[in-house]
C-alpha cells in the first residue's frame, strides 16, 4: 500500500485525493530550553529540554475527480475532516512499511484549497492544488497498537524441605557409626516446586521518547504501588475491595476510583507526580506491590510505545 494521511473521514491515498510533501512529520519538535545563564561563567547551567507542539503541514494537495460534481463532493468531505475545534483527534501516516502507521493526536490548523478556474472547467479530470495544516500539543508520536501487561502481587512461598539431619557429634567415635538420618536426596536432582507470580510486568517502549502509562488496580488490595526499577513509584493510601478498580493515567494526572471519583489526594509523600511517571525507551520492569498479599489484585499497565 502507497503512503497515506488520514484524519477522521479523510484518508489522502494518493487514489481521489494526493499530495506532494509533509513537512513537520519526521522533523524533530521545537524545543525550549530552561537554560540558566552562569553568573560568572561562560555559558549557562543546564536545563530541561521539553518540546513544543508538533506542527504538521501538508501541501501539494490534489482532489482527482471525473466532474464538478464529484470536485464539489471532494472538497466537502476536507473541510467536515478540517473543520475547526477543540478536541484533537488522531492523524495517522504511513510512509514505509519498516515501521507501519505512527500516529499523533491533532487538531486542524489551516485548510487551503484555491478556487480559481478548475471550478468552471468541463469534461476531464480536475485536479486542486491545496494545503492542509495540523496542530499536535503532544509532539509524540505513537504506534498505532497498545502494548498491554498483566501482573499478580508476589507469592508468598514455602520455601525448601530439607528434612531430618544428623547433628555432627563434637567428641571422639567410639563403638560403630549410627545409622545415617534421613536428609535431602541429590541423587535424581532437586525439586523447587511451582514458582509463584515475582509480582513485576515487563513493558517495551520501542521508540525513542518516553510514553505514558494507563494503570488500571483491580481489588482487594491494601495500598497498593507500582515501582521502576530506578525507585520512582506510584503508591496510594487506600484500600481496594474486590469490586474496586483504581485507574491512573499519567499522561492527563488523574487517579479514579471506579471510573468516577477522584482519588488523586490519596497518593503518599513519597508517591511521584503522575505526569512523571513515564516509560523511558527500552526494556522495563515494573513491580506491583502492596501492603498485604492478595491472590486476586491484579495491576494492568497499557502504553504505545513513542516517538519523537
Not at 489551516?110 to 480536475?126: F, K
Not at 471510573?259 to 489526594?265: E, F, I, K, M, T
Not at 516509560?279 to 489484585?297: D, I, Q
Given at each position: 500500500?502507497?503512503?497515506?494521511?488520514?484524519?477522521?473521514?479523510?484518508?489522502?491515498?494518493?487514489?481521489?485525493?494526493?499530495?506532494?510533501?509533509?513537512?513537520?512529520?519526521?522533523?524533530?519538535?521545537?524545543?525550549?530550553a530552561a537554560?540558566a545563564?552562569?553568573?560568572?561563567?561562560?555559558?549557562?547551567?543546564?536545563?530541561?529540554?521539553?518540546?513544543?507542539?508538533?506542527?504538521?503541514?501538508?501541501?501539494?494537495?490534489?482532489?482527482?475527480?471525473?466532474?464538478?460534481?464529484?470536485?464539489?463532493?471532494?472538497?466537502?468531505?476536507?473541510?467536515r475532516?478540517?473543520?475547526?475545534?477543540d478536541t484533537e483527534?488522531p492523524l495517522?501516516v504511513?510512509?514505509?512499511d519498516?515501521?507501519?502507521?505512527?500516529?499523533?493526536?491533532?487538531?486542524?490548523l489551516?485548510?487551503?484549497?484555491?478556487?480559481?478556474?478548475?471550478y468552471?472547467?468541463?469534461?476531464?479530470?480536475?485536479?486542486?492544488?491545496?494545503?492542509?495544516?495540523?496542530?499536535?500539543?503532544?509532539?509524540?508520536?505513537?504506534?498505532?497498537?497498545?502494548?498491554t501487561?498483566?501482573?499478580?502481587?508476589?507469592?508468598?512461598?514455602?520455601?525448601?524441605e530439607?528434612?531430618p539431619g544428623?547433628?555432627?557429634?563434637?567428641?571422639?567415635?567410639?563403638?560403630?557409626?549410627p545409622?545415617?538420618?534421613?536428609?535431602?536426596?541429590?541423587?535424581?536432582?532437586?525439586?523447587?516446586?511451582?514458582?509463584?507470580?515475582?509480582?513485576?510486568?515487563r513493558?517495551?517502549?520501542?521508540?525513542?521518547?518516553?510514553?505514558d502509562?494507563?494503570?488500571?488496580?483491580?481489588?482487594?488490595?491494601?495500598?497498593?504501588?507500582?515501582?521502576?526499577?530506578?525507585?520512582?513509584?506510584?503508591?496510594?493510601?487506600?484500600?481496594l475491595?474486590?469490586?474496586?478498580?483504581?485507574?491512573i493515567?499519567?499522561?492527563?494526572?488523574?487517579?479514579?476510583?471506579?471510573?468516577?471519583?477522584?482519588?488523586?489526594?490519596?497518593a503518599?509523600?513519597?508517591?511521584?507526580?503522575e505526569?512523571?511517571?513515564?516509560?523511558?525507551p527500552?526494556?522495563?520492569?515494573?513491580?506491583?506491590?502492596?501492603?498485604?498479599?492478595?491472590?486476586?489484585?491484579?495491576?494492568?499497565?497499557?502504553?504505545?510505545?513513542?516517538?519523537?
Amino acid at each position: 500500500m502507497s503512503a497515506y494521511v488520514r484524519y477522521r473521514d479523510l484518508v489522502l491515498d494518493h487514489t481521489l485525493f494526493g499530495w506532494q510533501t509533509l513537512e513537520g512529520w519526521e522533523e524533530s519538535p521545537g524545543l525550549d530550553a530552561a537554560d540558566a545563564l552562569r553568573q560568572d561563567q561562560h555559558g549557562a547551567w543546564p536545563g530541561r529540554m521539553l518540546a513544543q507542539p508538533r506542527i504538521i503541514t501538508l501541501e501539494g494537495l490534489s482532489i482527482r475527480a471525473s466532474d464538478r460534481a464529484r470536485l464539489g463532493q471532494a472538497v466537502a468531505a476536507v473541510s467536515r475532516a478540517m473543520a475547526i475545534t477543540d478536541t484533537e483527534h488522531p492523524l495517522y501516516v504511513d510512509l514505509d512499511d519498516g515501521r507501519g502507521p505512527l500516529v499523533a493526536y491533532a487538531r486542524p490548523l489551516r485548510r487551503s484549497i484555491p478556487t480559481g478556474r478548475i471550478y468552471t472547467a468541463g469534461r476531464g479530470v480536475i485536479a486542486a492544488e491545496g494545503a492542509l495544516q495540523w496542530s499536535a500539543a503532544d509532539p509524540r508520536r505513537y504506534r498505532e497498537t497498545e502494548s498491554t501487561a498483566t501482573t499478580g502481587l508476589p507469592e508468598p512461598e514455602d520455601g525448601l524441605e530439607w528434612g531430618p539431619g544428623s547433628e555432627a557429634d563434637s567428641g571422639p567415635s567410639v563403638g560403630p557409626l549410627p545409622a545415617p538420618e534421613a536428609g535431602l536426596e541429590w541423587t535424581y536432582g532437586l525439586d523447587w516446586g511451582k514458582g509463584g507470580s515475582a509480582g513485576t510486568l515487563r513493558a517495551v517502549n520501542d521508540g525513542d521518547a518516553p510514553s505514558d502509562l494507563r494503570i488500571e488496580i483491580h481489588g482487594p488490595v491494601d495500598e497498593p504501588r507500582i515501582v521502576q526499577a530506578s525507585g520512582q513509584m506510584l503508591e496510594y493510601d487506600i484500600n481496594l475491595t474486590s469490586r474496586d478498580r483504581l485507574a491512573i493515567d499519567t499522561r492527563e494526572g488523574t487517579v479514579t476510583l471506579n471510573g468516577s471519583a477522584s482519588r488523586l489526594y490519596t497518593a503518599t509523600r513519597r508517591s511521584a507526580p503522575e505526569r512523571a511517571f513515564t516509560l523511558p525507551p527500552g526494556v522495563n520492569e515494573l513491580s506491583f506491590r502492596a501492603k498485604e498479599f492478595s491472590p486476586a489484585a491484579r495491576c494492568v499497565a497499557k502504553w504505545r510505545s513513542a516517538y519523537w
